[in-house]
């Protein structure tokens, strides 16, 4: 017997009623089974730590001469004060608003077998901002503002070398001084600091844990490092960063962490006292003890294929209290201890265009 004969034989005279009603049925379930695997489809760039048993490995490889193309907009506010308030008229003008803006290609020129790695970072577009020229006496604004836009044009197609440790801290700087060297002395500092935030934000090795890790797990990191002559100040701190998830980035399968930390610097005065303001109350015959503590928060994409970042985002509050050991010879209003206080808060935005 053929077999829709079969067929019609099983179902009996109601078959043709049973079998449209059983055809609809399994359109039905035909049409819900599709939007399930188009929605599992379409989640699986989101949620694939699910399907890998729930471990991802976070850890960033290096291949020589690979170059990350970097877009960076970084803005800090600070705020001055003083007891006794006139203290701050012994400090040169200092910018209280700082805003940078660049486009870099970082390209990696050597893996050493310790670990460590040698990084050029190119400057194709660069920009600084401050309000320093609102500051200074109204006679000199003009030839500052145009000396500063002179030099974000001279900035451009520039390039230093950073080092990089095992542990991924940014350990050197050369080529650092003769950057900052083209910028007006108030400005070098904080343009220090902001480079090396920024460099620290596209290397940050505390971001990578040693082990597979799962969705909402957490590591921690030391973040102890010794002064040096590109950075004068020792740092002690710590920081937890935790795995949320997945996504994708500008086609890249990426891990989502989520970072803060805490960090206390302790200022080697020596070579600060040549690069700081801060040096100039020295210069007035008073001794400084300065602490930095400073504590921040944000979120890294992180390429699944090779660790690198693709984006951060993160917002850091410094707070930086000076004594002054030896005001005596100072005819001060106050016989209360004298000190200085500059609060900053920055934030900052990174995001690679290179593969």
Excluded: C
């Amino acid at each position: 017997m053929p077999a829709h004969e079969r067929i019609r034989t099983v179902i009996g005279p109601g078959g043709v009623q049973a079998r449209k009603a059983w055809r609809e049925a399994g359109t039905g379930i035909h049409v819900a089974a599709l939007a399930v695997a188009v929605a599992a489809w379409g989640l699986s760039g989101a949620l694939p730590a699910r399907a890998w048993g729930g471990k991802v490995e976070l850890k960033r490889r290096y291949q020589p001469g690979q170059k990350l193309v970097y877009t960076t907009n970084m803005h800090t506010r600070a705020q001055i004060q003083s007891d006794p308030p006139g203290l701050k008229d012994l400090l040169p003008p200092m910018p209280t608003e700082f805003s940078v803006q660049q486009q870099t290609t970082l390209t990696v020129q050597g893996i050493h077998p310790d670990g460590s790695v040698d990084m050029q970072d190119h400057f194709d577009q660069f920009e600084v901002r401050s309000d320093l020229t609102e500051k200074l006496p109204e006679n000199l604004r003009d030839t500052a503002r145009e000396t500063e836009q002179e030099l974000n044009r001279t900035m451009a197609g520039q390039a230093l070398t950073a080092h990089y440790d095992s542990q991924g801290r940014l350990v050197g700087l050369e080529g650092v001084e003769a950057l900052l060297d083209k910028f007006d002395p108030a400005l070098r500092e904080p343009l220090r600091q902001a480079l090396r935030l920024m460099l620290e934000h596209t290397v940050d090795t505390s971001l990578y844990p040693d082990h597979k890790v799962k969705r909402g797990e957490e590591w921690k990191r030391k973040l102890d490092a010794e002064a040096s002559a590109d950075y004068p100040f020792q740092m002690q701190g710590e920081s937890t960063s935790r795995f949320a998830g997945t996504t994708r980035f500008r086609g890249a399968k990426a891990a989502i962490v989520e970072f803060r930390f805490t960090n206390m610097l302790t200022p080697a005065l020596e070579q600060l006292r040549q690069t700081s303001p801060l040096g100039q109350l020295e210069a007035h015959g008073l001794g400084l003890d300065i602490r930095i503590n400073g504590q921040g928060e944000g979120r890294a994409l992180l390429a699944l294929q090779d660790g690198r970042v693709l984006e951060t985002q993160s917002k850091v509050h410094q707070n930086m209290s000076a004594r002054l050991t030896n005001p005596g010879h100072l005819s001060l209003p106050t016989s209360q201890p004298v000190k200085l206080q500059i609060q900053s808060d920055t934030e900052m935005h990174v995001e690679t265009a290179g593969k």
